[in-house]
T-cell receptor
Framework: GNSVTQMEGPVTLSEEAFLTINCTYTATGYPSLFWYVQYPGEGLQLLLKATKADDKGSNKGFEATYRKETTSFHLEKGSVQVSDSAVYFCARWNSGNTPLVFGKGTRLSVIA | DAGVIQSPRHEVTEMGQEVTLRCKPI?????LFWYRQTMMRGLELLIYFNNNVPIDDSGMPEDRFSAKMPNASFSTLKIQPSEPRDSAVYFC????????????FGSGTQLSVL
């Protein structure tokens, strides 16, 4: 089926540390892949996306590369800030009239 | 644009009471989604509409839950009767077109059933 698996949180990092949040997906069809971010007290918002293999999505210093060979879309940032503290959701979307499928989310806390 | 608007932001009620959550999608969006978020199960899709018509309600947990979309600018999610295990954050999201990839979420309703 269509599913997304993320690493369990919470993840706690010091400011300026390197961040990786792992995400893998089931290889059904050729999905588009996304990272959404949820800041405290808010709804989710799109952070970045990639629509085909080897594409790299990037935004606000975050990056993720669509790896078909490993069915992965890991989120990375070279130097996190306190303001990056949030819950991050990996998601996949297959073409057609189907909704996004979200992972369970990974909570990131960045301490000064 | 004002974004997706949900009300109320917080709802505290007693077990057995009826709860109604409200959502106003972004003008011009033709898809509307209701999600529930809990620590245990993460983000669950409950139901979604296209042009005010329910497309898939397989995520609705039980008959106590119902959702309506009487027009393009308003939707409700009702729980009757409510139970403590319904306590969660309920999100409404909307998008335009068949490419349901970029969802716009409301700020959610934090529901506590005592």
């Amino acid at each position: 089926g269509n599913s997304v698996t993320q690493m369990e949180g919470p993840v706690t990092l010091s400011e300026e540390a390197f961040l990786t949040i792992n995400c893998t997906y089931t290889a059904t069809g050729y999905p588009s892949l996304f990272w959404y971010v949820q800041y405290p007290g808010e709804g989710l918002q799109l952070l970045l996306k990639a629509t085909k293999a080897d594409d790299k999505g990037s935004n606000k210093g975050f990056e993720a590369t669509y790896r078909k060979e490993t069915t992965s879309f890991h989120l990375e940032k070279g130097s996190v800030q306190v303001s990056d503290s949030a819950v991050y959701f990996c998601a996949r979307w297959n073409s057609g009239n189907t909704p996004l499928v979200f992972g369970k989310g990974t909570r990131l806390s960045v301490i000064a | 644009d004002a974004g997706v608007i949900q009300s109320p932001r917080h709802e505290v009620t007693e077990m057995g009471q009826e709860v109604t959550l409200r959502c106003k999608p972004i003008s011009g969006h033709d898809y509307l989604f209701w999600y529930r978020q809990t620590m245990m199960r993460g983000l669950e899709l409950l139901i979604y509409f296209n042009n005010n018509v329910p497309i898939d309600d397989s995520g609705m947990p039980e008959d106590r839950f119902s959702a309506k979309m009487p027009n393009a600018s308003f939707s409700t999610l009702k729980i009757q009767p409510s139970e403590p295990r319904d306590s969660a954050v309920y999100f409404c999201a909307s998008t335009k077109g068949r490419t349901n990839e970029k969802l716009f979420f409301g700020s959610g309703t934090q529901l506590s059933v005592l």
